[in-house]
């Protein structure tokens, strides 16, 4: 399935499912059966937003050498990257997974927050290790309008 269609919610979303449950010998089934990795469903997510929030580190994985963008996001929907979620969870080891990959965390999402910003405001131990993995994978860029004189 390459395009959603609504009324068929039930069958497009079998890859979102089986990236929900991290079930890699049914996601390899349905991409070979003709169903995107990129597909958004109708909340703006990709199978690889479903891997992500069930923490599913070897789905995530799968997915990625599948062909799914680490910076899927519906631009439309204004939606979010796995990235973002990733940051609200207490997996840093996930987000590092990411950033390897490519994962861009200054892209902007919902409320224009970027999984920088999201990871930032967090202030538990696990909110601080996915900072500095941001930070040392990604580094935030200086601000060019502050005074180099300080």
């Not at 068929?8 to 995107?36: K, P, T």
């Not at 997915?63 to 207490?90: F, M």
């Not at 902007?108 to 970027?114: E, P, S, V, Y």
Request: hydrophobic residues 30%; negative net charge.
């Amino acid at each position: 399935m390459t395009e959603y269609d609504r009324e068929e919610f039930f069958e497009v979303e079998r890859l979102h499912r089986a990236a929900s449950e991290g079930n890699i010998g049914e996601m390899q089934r349905l991409v070979n059966n003709g169903y995107s990795p990129e597909l958004f469903d109708d909340l703006g997510r990709a199978p690889l937003h479903y891997a992500v929030e069930g923490q599913h580190c070897k789905a995530v994985e799968w997915l990625l050498a599948a062909g799914a963008n680490v910076n899927s996001h519906d631009e439309e929907h204004i939606g979010e990257t796995p990235l973002c979620y990733a940051t609200q969870s207490d997996y840093p080891e996930l987000v590092e997974l990411l950033l390897r990959k490519g994962a861009d965390p200054d892209i902007t999402g919902w409320m224009a927050n970027t999984a920088r910003i999201r990871a930032g405001r967090r202030k538990d131990d696990e909110g601080r290790k996915i900072s500095a993995l941001i930070e040392h994978y990604k580094p935030s860029k200086p601000n060019p309008g502050k005074n180099s004189r300080e």
